[in-house]
């Protein structure tokens, strides 16, 4: 258990955000949608919290992801756009996971956050990151677009990581059962990392589900660039 402490806690999430102003020349769309691109993988995370599974620890799970963050053209959607896909055991593994963030431009080229999107038809653009094109074609008809109120929004200088939250009490989505879910997410990291997490609650405020189901964010690692 102390490993994985360790291991994570180097990742962890601050209670609060930093306050300094961002600056523009760093805070900038292109310059935001740099750092969250590359391969990645919670190999490290995943095999401390293996070696450290005791029988007296209460329950809970990591998953292994491999994590492939792309910037791609999707000129319909806007200039700055990545795709993001997650795949389950292996860099080859089943997609679990596909998004696209959509960076907003805000006063003076600084950008405020990203939308976050899902696809009607996941399975046309798995596997496809590095094919030229691809995504070129995409409109907004194509996808299910996070409501309004729950842009992933920009809470610190790039130039000192990033750190980027939806934490709006607005954002409410309609879960698969009908209901009505207040939806959570941190996104925190530098060049070299990233962590993610996620929950969602009712309007009442009991928790309906978290991701992952832990007590500590995933934590990623940058992978080398492949040959």
């Known amino acids: 258990m102390i490993a994985l402490l360790l291991a994570t806690l180097a990742f962890a999430e601050p209670e609060t955000a930093p306050q300094a102003q961002a600056e523009p020349v760093y805070g900038t769309a292109a310059y935001r949608a740099s750092f969250l691109t590359g391969r990645f993988s919670n ?18 799970e990591f ?12 000129s319909g959607l806007g200039e700055h756009v990545v795709y993001v896909e997650w ?18 431009e805000g006063e003076e080229g600084w950008s405020p956050g990203f939308d976050v999107f899902e696809f009607r038809d ?3 653009f798995a596997g496809r990151a590095d094919e030229e094109g691809a995504f070129a074609s995409l409109t907004a008809e194509d996808l299910i677009g996070y409501p309004e109120n729950c842009l992933m929004e920009a809470q610190s200088p790039a130039h000192a ?7 709006s009490n607005d954002c ?23 962590t993610y997490r996620e929950w969602g609650n009712t309007l009442e405020g009991e928790l309906v589900y978290q991701f992952p189901d832990a007590p500590y964010p995933y934590s990623f690692r940058r992978l080398p660039d492949e040959d």
């Open 122 to 124: 996941s399975e046309a």
């Open 43 to 60: 190999a490290q995370q995943y095999e401390a919290w293996q070696n450290d599974a005791q029988p007296d620890v209460p329950a809970y």
């Open 161 to 167: 990581g990033y750190y980027f939250t939806i934490e």
């Open 172 to 194: 409410i989505v309609t879960a698969e059962t009908g209901d009505e879910i207040r939806l959570r997410a941190s996104l925190r990291g530098d060049h070299h990392f990233f």
């Open 87 to 104: 795949r389950a055991g292996a860099d080859d593994g089943p997609v679990s996971r596909q998004r696209l963030w959509v960076f907003r």
């Open 63 to 74: 998953e292994l992801y491999y994590a492939t963050h792309a910037r791609v053209e999707a």
